[in-house]
């Protein structure tokens, strides 16, 4: 228990001072680590998909990995109503990623700053199954799917 905590503690702690820095400060080499993996437009709602990973994120705030730190990659996704533009920021979204070897893992991700995101093993190389289910404010179910490379 006190492990999933300190992981917690440290993803939470990682996430917040990434997305403020990368709005901050675009067009510098932090924006570049966090790649855009997928977009998709699904009923009126722009789904924007982004992949880092860990050993980047904890570089780029000067600092080492916690030991027993599993996850490899933080993924997120930030939604757009594509008629005004602005961004949907409430509702629920979870992920399911099915890895090369075809086991998989799912989790609820967590809003924040504007994304709701959350971290994933993705150790192995090949390609990985991303699923998507969330539900905005205005209570429609939608879903997105991706393929994403690890080399």
Request: proline share 2%.
């Amino acid at each position: 228990m006190k492990k999933l905590i300190a992981v917690t503690a440290a993803v939470l702690a990682i996430s917040s001072p990434l997305t403020v820095l990368a709005m901050e400060h675009s067009g510098h080499a932090m924006e570049h680590k966090m790649t855009v993996a997928h977009e998709e437009v699904i009923d009126g709602v722009k789904a924007t998909f982004k992949v880092q990973t860990m050993a980047d994120a904890m570089k780029a705030m000067d600092m080492e990995m916690p030991k027993g730190v599993k996850e490899t990659h933080h993924i997120s996704v930030s939604f757009k109503d594509v008629r005004s533009g602005k961004a949907l920021t409430e509702g629920a979204v979870t992920v399911k990623v099915q890895n090369p070897d075809k086991s998989a893992q799912t989790k609820e991700l967590m809003g924040m700053h504007g994304h709701f995101g959350a971290d994933f093993e993705l150790s192995q190389k090949g390609k990985y199954g991303v699923m998507c289910k969330f539900q905005l404010k205005d209570g429609r179910t939608r879903q997105a799917k991706f393929w994403y490379t690890v080399k």
